[in-house]
């Protein structure tokens, strides 16, 4: 198979297991606000892995037409702007795994065999969080850069007390000779993950007016990161 084989999920075939009851979904948020409710993202890895530029997928029948529509619109858009596309699984070992679970949450990096993705129907089917899981193909959040200390201030004692802190926690990230990206699909709003609903991190002072974690897609940034991967 290779990016000639697009992913169709409106093809059953895709399909995984049974069909449920539909959910609700509302308006598209960004992707920091996405965060302080849903996100769960579980990072093993300290690196950014390399991808395969055509990646299998499955996806569970749990989703409604309109949630496909959704994450098909995710799908499309990476084929359309970057050097990653997906196509139907068949035989092979490795792929990405889409499921409703509880939560948005994905590995960093390819992992080997069934790799979930959740996307939950209720809280996470939007755009942003359907591109915000690129975890799956290798980024960590932007906010663990291992240059992020010369763009941003971060506030540990207004984080949430215990599993949350691992989210801001800088690792030994590859930039691909990008800049830091305050609108990054991967940069957390202001007030993530806050315990007294004061800022968990900043910009440094040369740019506090600069907003962030407001993405619903893609950066430039982050498109040329795929694309150099």
Request: aromatic residues 10%; negative net charge.
């Amino acid at each position: 198979m290779s990016c000639h084989d697009l992913a169709d999920l409106t093809d059953p075939m895709f399909f995984l297991t049974e069909n449920v009851v539909e959910e609700d979904t509302s308006t598209e948020l960004s992707v920091g606000e996405l965060l302080t409710r849903a996100d769960r993202d579980l990072t093993p890895e300290a690196d950014e892995r390399t991808l395969t530029p055509a990646l299998p997928l499955g996806l569970w029948q749990k989703y409604t037409s309109r949630e496909i529509a959704i994450i098909q619109r995710g799908l499309d858009c990476f084929a359309e702007t970057t050097c990653v596309c997906f196509f139907q699984r068949q035989n092979e070992r490795d792929y990405l795994s889409i499921e409703s679970r509880s939560g948005c949450y994905s590995y960093v990096g390819r992992q080997g065999n069934a790799q979930t993705v959740s996307l939950a129907g209720q809280g996470c089917l939007y755009h942003s969080t359907v591109q915000h899981e690129l975890h799956a193909l290798g980024f960590n959040h932007e906010q663990t850069r291992s240059d992020r200390d010369n763009h941003i201030h971060v506030y540990w004692e207004n984080i949430i007390d215990g599993r949350y802190h691992y989210n801001f926690d800088k690792i030994a990230t590859l930039n691909q000779g990008t800049p830091y990206d305050y609108d990054s699909v991967m940069q957390y709003e202001r007030y993530a993950f806050s315990k007294n609903n004061r800022p968990t991190m900043e910009p440094f002072p040369d740019n506090n007016n600069v907003s962030f974690g407001e993405a619903t897609q893609m950066s430039k940034n982050n498109i040329d990161r795929l694309n150099r991967l």
